[in-house]
Antibody, heavy 123, light 111 residues
Framework: EEQLLESGGGLVQPGGSLRLSCAAS????????MSWVRQAPGKGLEWVSA????????YYADSVKGRFTVSRDNSKNTLYLQMNSLRADDTAIYYC????????????????WGQGTLVTVSS | QSALTQPASVSGSPGQSITISCTGT?????????VSWYQQHPGKAPKLMIH???NRPSGVSNRFTGSKSGNTASLTISGLQAEDEADYYC???????????FGGGTKLTVL
């Protein structure tokens, strides 16, 4: 059974940093691109970032470009999101999600999701 | 404001059919076959219901059907059941720098 387990969320002050992790199991991690998707309280889904299976290609939403960095350690089956210069509007549940298929990154749907980790940016 | 436009809410009675629309542009929905639909119950992670416009993942009921015409994709749920009450989101690959965009979500109420 495919499983994704996020960790690292919490309360951080504006301008601060946080690193999220997502531990994967039940599938060949290196074969699949992975994404981070967030959901602000009471709001809709927003794609944040994606990384190819090898880690050689990364992609970001305009809202986080230059502040967030996605990476992965395929030897540890773990996905990361380094978040710097955090703002109040970054407050959200952050989900990691697995690409359904090995085609275009993030294009063909996410068939496994973690339970999410809450990031709250507030003074 | 979301990149893809969905109705905020739809409703239907058990056994009826409903359709949720998802309108984009030729740079996303209209330009690619990469439209997906997700179901999200309160407090839960999203679940993939449709991928590549009209394909159902294994285990998803055939009551869920996806389609696309021009810049608008649609999700039809037939034979509505109480368990279908949830939020539904569409997403599309996009040629913009953003790579993937979601709709604002539609709350389905089963009366």
């Amino acid at each position: 059974e495919e499983q994704l387990l996020e960790s690292g969320g919490g309360l951080v002050q504006p301008g601060g940093s946080l690193r999220l992790s997502c531990a994967a199991s039940g599938f060949t991690f290196t074969n699949y691109a992975m994404s981070w998707v967030r959901q602000a309280p009471g709001k809709g889904l927003e794609w944040v970032s994606a990384i190819s299976g090898s880690g050689g290609s990364t992609y970001y939403a305009d809202s986080v470009k230059g502040r967030f960095t996605v990476s992965r350690d395929n030897s540890k089956n773990t996905l990361y999101l380094q978040m710097n210069s955090l703002r109040a509007d970054d407050t959200a549940i952050y989900y990691c999600a697995k690409d359904r298929a090995v085609v275009v990154v993030a294009a063909s749907g996410f068939d496994s999701w973690g339970q999410g980790t809450l990031v709250t940016v507030s003074s | 404001q979301s990149a893809l436009t969905q109705p905020a809410s739809v409703s239907g009675s058990p056994g009826q059919s409903i359709t949720i629309s998802c309108t984009g542009t030729s740079s996303d929905v209209g330009g690619y076959k990469y439209v997906s639909w997700y179901q999200q119950h309160p407090g839960k992670a999203p679940k993939l219901m449709i991928h590549d416009v009209s394909n159902r993942p294994s285990g998803v009921s055939n009551r869920f059907t996806g389609s696309k015409s021009g810049n608008t994709a649609s999700l039809t749920i037939s034979g509505l059941q109480a368990e279908d009450e949830a939020d539904y989101y569409c997403s599309s690959y996009t040629s913009s720098s953003t790579l993937l965009v979601f709709g604002g979500g539609t709350k389905l109420t089963v009366l």
